[in-house]
């Protein structure tokens, strides 16, 4: 009897020790910090759909999408998670090795928060506002935001932030009279007495916003790691959209960005509201090239082959 307790020891030590080693560890790139735009990150890790693929991620924080960029074009990440899409097209465009293998927003998550003596976007003349770069992807719904009132990038000044939180920051400090703000921190915003200018879905409906990308020479190389990641990723998207899941989609939200109850509460059906992530598996291209057609008409000098930005893994 102790032989075989051992011989049956032994096995479950081996078994454990093989699922151990058959772990498979990603670097993953985001912007900012935990918040409603990385929602199914979140998910597939609190659900375990990572697991399920045998993958662990390891997903590291950057304060802009550039850095994120340079981090994945060096090959020290892997993937680049919910990345703004301006950048990685003027990354391409200037011959670095990435690629897009998913759309995950989109449409535009964006309000434009100003502070309470601001009443209108044209009340914006003069003022300073903060967005992500100066031909960044906030940047593109704001001027198109500007365009439907008449106005144009001259009649403001700018302060740049990559992430929200810095943008909220500005807003809060005074340093901004308006910034660009996602949730949950819009919600955040109009709680602490700032106005609510309008959304860019109102502006900028058929422009999506973020989407994972991939070094392409590892990619290559590791295709069905690239394919196992994505199927997590986007089983995550499929279960934050089933209505029975809301009460847990928030609780595992608030444990990342310890932020208001209500707030996220809010997040949630903002998101939903917009459609806001994309349930496709497969790369829109049309999608991306209106992002290029905004991007483009912000800076003619851009030129992209917008399909060769597209790395399809099937």
Do not use: C
Not at 21 to 46: L, P
Not at 126 to 144: L, N, R
Not at 297 to 313: A, G, H, T, Y
Request: avoid cysteine.
């Amino acid at each position: 009897m102790r032989k075989l307790l051992a011989l049956s020891l032994l096995a479950g030590t081996l078994v454990a020790g093989s699922a151990a080693r058959a772990e498979e560890t990603i670097e993953v790139g985001g912007v900012g910090a935990a918040n409603a735009v990385v929602w199914a990150h979140y998910i597939a890790e609190a659900k375990g759909l990572y697991a399920q693929q045998g993958l662990k991620i390891n997903l590291d924080y950057s304060q802009s999408n550039a850095q994120v960029l340079q981090a994945l074009t060096a090959g020290s990440t892997k993937m680049a998670l919910a990345a703004g899409i301006a950048d990685p097209m003027y990354a391409f465009a200037s011959g670095a090795g990435i690629a897009i293998v998913r759309i995950d927003g989109q449409v535009g998550p964006y309000a434009l928060e100003a502070n309470k003596n601001i009443a209108s976007i044209k009340d914006l003349k003069g003022h300073i506002v903060s967005v992500d770069e100066a031909k960044g992807t906030t940047m593109v719904y704001f001027v198109k935001m500007l365009e439907g009132n008449g106005m144009t990038r001259a009649d403001v000044d700018f302060i740049y932030a990559g992430a929200t939180a810095a943008r909220f920051a500005a807003l809060e400090s005074g340093a901004a009279a308006a910034a660009m703000i996602t949730a949950p921190q819009l919600f955040t915003a109009e709680a602490h007495g700032f106005v609510n200018l309008g959304y860019d879905t109102k502006y900028a409906p058929d422009i999506p916003f973020t989407a994972e990308l991939v070094n392409r020479a590892w990619a290559t190389s590791n295709k069905e790691t690239a394919k196992k990641f994505l199927a997590a990723y986007s089983a995550a998207i499929q279960w934050f959209y089933d209505d029975k899941n809301r009460a847990e989609a928030l609780e595992i939200l608030g444990k990342v960005t310890k932020m208001s109850p209500d707030d996220i509460a809010k997040s949630y059906d903002f998101l939903r509201q917009i459609d806001y992530f994309d349930r496709s598996d497969e790369v829109s291209v049309k999608k991306l090239e209106n992002f290029y057609t905004a991007l483009h008409e912000l800076d003619p000098s851009l030129n992209l082959d917008v399909p060769k930005l597209v790395m399809q893994l099937d």
